[in-house]
């Protein structure tokens, strides 16, 4: 487990369906779809923020997935701050 909380540090790539069946196994609620729609807690995961990150009491999934969309990648950021800080 990452520091993070994260279960592993990348997902599985998108044709790789053992190891993604293997994620689904242990962490069901990062299932990438719940009923046909996006699951905030797998962009989440994507993204690298702990689990349930947006999820504050009475937070719809659209505005959850709105936030996600607004936020920076922290470990892109991360390396742009130390990229730049070299140059």
């Given amino acids: 487990s990452e520091p993070s ?3 592993f540090p990348f997902p ?4 790789d369906a053992d190891a993604w069946a293997g994620v689904l196994r242990e962490r069901p609620d990062l299932a990438p779809a719940i009923e046909g729609k ?3 807690r797998f ?3 994507l993204m690298g923020f702990p689990g ?3 999820d504050a009491p ?3 999934r659209n505005r959850r997935l709105e ?4 936020a920076v ?3 892109q950021a991360r390396l742009a701050w130390r990229l730049l800080s070299d140059a």
Avoid: I, K, R
């Avoid at 599985?12 to 044709?15: D, E, I, K």
């Fill in 38 to 40: 996006l699951n905030p």
């Fill in 12 to 15: 599985p790539g998108p044709q």
């Fill in 67 to 70: 936030a996600l969309g607004n």
């Fill in 52 to 54: 349930s990150w947006t």
């Fill in 43 to 45: 962009v989440e995961w």
């Fill in 58 to 60: 009475g937070a719809m």
């Fill in 5 to 7: 909380g994260q279960p």
């Fill in 73 to 75: 990648v922290w470990q």
